[in-house]
């Protein structure tokens, strides 16, 4: 599926694994215009730590909520050797007061989080916790079905150019992704250094 956003331009679609990728000239804050014009109306984004792009979420998309799931702790789904966990937690509360109920917070592990939601109760994810294959696999398995048909499943860091070399697979997310969709799943990609990607549910 080719997105419809104006200005977003698909750049190519090697194949990879059983992924198709398209890589478009956006950065993920363009995000929040597609779950803009898709009418999306609740969220969860699950690895929150300051809160920074659940702030562009709720300021560009309209979003009636939007669940910030996070440990706040020093764990791989946060931030190893976070210091001051309480004061991350806590600015992160500052930061997103102003949204009052469009925001929910809800600090725990994110599989353990995902059984307090019903099938098909959310119309978009946004996966930025622990990147290794194990936990993203965990995550796609405990979060997949929480998404509608129609939703959108999306995370970061599919590719990092800080590696330095071009176009890095962050190595536990493509695996944990080549592995658990199914054949031929289109996966939409930005161009950026630490890429997002998304994927519309059918």
Not at 112 to 132: E, P
Request: a positive charge.
């Amino acid at each position: 599926m080719v997105c419809s956003i104006r200005g977003w331009k698909i750049t190519s679609s090697p194949l990879f694994l059983q992924m198709i990728i398209k890589t478009h000239h956006i950065l993920r804050k363009r995000l929040a215009q597609l779950i803009w014009e898709r009418k999306y109306q609740i969220g969860a984004e699950i690895g929150v730590y300051k809160g920074e792009f659940s702030e562009k979420l709720l300021l560009r998309s309209g979003l009636h909520i939007l669940y910030g799931i996070d440990t706040w702790e020093n764990s791989a789904m946060t931030w190893k050797n976070l210091p001051e966990p309480s004061k991350v937690y806590q600015n992160c509360i500052d930061r997103l007061a102003k949204f009052n109920k469009r925001v929910r917070l809800i600090q725990g592990e994110s599989t353990q989080v995902a059984k307090q939601f019903k099938q098909h109760s959310l119309d978009f994810i946004y996966l930025d916790a622990d990147h290794s294959y194990n936990a993203v696999l965990a995550d796609l398995q405990a979060w997949w079905d929480k998404v509608r048909p129609g939703g959108m499943f999306s995370g970061h860091d599919f590719y990092n150019r800080y590696s330095g070399k071009p176009k890095t697979l962050v190595k536990g997310v493509e695996k944990a992704l080549g592995e658990f969709l199914p054949e031929d799943m289109v996966v939409h990609v930005t161009n950026e250094a630490c890429a997002s990607f998304f994927i519309t549910k059918e």
